[in-house]
């Protein structure tokens, strides 16, 4: 299915040395900001103060976030099981225990409801009573209720980063692997220096913004790495294909057209994902907005990084024809026989 067909080939290895030196003029650009300034990591990373409450009506997760706020923190916050119930996430303070900060934070979340906290007795699912905090309006009926209060030590933030990078480590093992033996090493160096050029730039954008990096924002991070490759995949397939027609070609003319005849797949695929995705970053709500901004840095930069970079340093390693046409042995017209 093509949209179009462009007839003449697009020069774009002619133009790839400009572009991939504003390639690595960006790259440098998000490393010194991950070095200066840093990832503004989430409580799933540092540690804090996880609260789980249950309000008698649908939670108002916005005007949970604008209380906390005006106490001066930086949470969390997002619905669980029900649309009654939201979790909270609250990072560390100095000097403040979990149940100190819980004990504080419930009791705005009960005044901007204009109620009274209030110790009640309440059976859990085994059977067995406990006191629970509530809050109690003055007609003795409840709304909101705390329901579990828990303290996400350093130690297990410092776990979380350990998988994430042991993750993120994994995948670009498996991808070198798989684009080795699916076409050549060259095109498995050229697809990973591309993927981790938009990886880095991504954490790049993080770090200059100071956006909340968290395990949602992980999981993007690793979703580009696959939607990346897929796009160098489609590029490198049709190199291969043009190698075996085009006998007269170069390098680079096979290289143009390759890019050239994907151009019309390549607006449909990324088109429709990033209208989903700009779908999530403007209705999806605070919980999912981190999640589609780092999806869109990396669409873009992904589709820039197979054309501009994978195919460019491909290019530039020394890939030819006969990297992935294995020749044609002539046969032995005395096939094998010996006088």
């Known amino acids: 299915m093509e949209f179009f067909r462009i007839r003449k080939d697009i020069p774009f290895m002619r133009h790839a040395l400009v572009f991939n030196v504003i390639s690595a003029l960006t790259f440098v650009a998000a490393v010194f900001f991950l070095i200066h300034n840093g990832l503004k990591l989430s409580v799933e990373f540092t540690g804090g103060t996880v609260m789980e409450v249950k309000y008698a009506q649908a939670a108002n997760l916005e005007g949970v976030r604008n209380t906390l706020t005006a106490l001066g923190y930086h949470p969390e916050v997002s619905a669980i099981d029900t649309a009654r119930d939201a ?22 979340l009960c005044k901007a409801e204009q109620g009274t906290v209030t ?24 709304g909101v209720s705390l329901q579990k209060v828990e303290f996400v030590g350093p130690q297990v933030g410092d776990e979380l980063t350990t998988n994430g990078v042991n993750a993120l480590f994994m995948v670009v093992i498996g991808v070198m692997i798989y684009l080795a ?66 006998r007269k070609m170069s390098v680079h003319e096979v290289i143009d057209n390759a890019i050239t005849s994907t151009i019309s797949r390549t607006i449909i695929t990324h088109g429709c994902t990033q209208m989903m995705v700009l779908s999530m970053l403007f209705l999806g709500g605070p919980t999912l907005h981190y999640f589609a901004v780092a999806l ?25 024809r006969e990297d992935l046409i294995k020749p044609i042995k002539e046969k032995d017209e005395t096939d094998g026989a010996v006088v």
């Open 87 to 108: 979790m909270i996430r609250l990072p560390n303070e100095k000097g403040a225990s979990a149940a100190n900060t819980a004990a504080k934070v419930f009791g705005e």
């Open 181 to 246: 033996i699916r076409f050549e090493w060259k095109f498995a160096v050229a697809a990973i220096i591309a993927n981790l050029h938009d990886v880095v730039i991504i954490l790049g954008f993080f770090a200059f913004f100071q956006w909340e990096f968290s395990l949602t924002v992980l999981a993007a991070v690793l979703a580009v790495l696959g939607y990346s490759v897929n796009e160098s995949v489609v590029i490198f397939d049709r190199i291969r294909e043009n190698f075996r027609k085009q």
């Open 119 to 142: 110790q009640v007795d309440k059976v859990t699912e085994k059977g067995a009573h406990e006191q629970k905090s509530a809050c109690m309006h003055a007609d003795g009926s409840e």
């Open 296 to 320: 869109t840095i990396g669409i873009c930069f992904g589709i820039y990084s197979s054309v501009f970079v994978a195919a460019a340093v491909a290019m530039w390693l020394g890939v030819k």
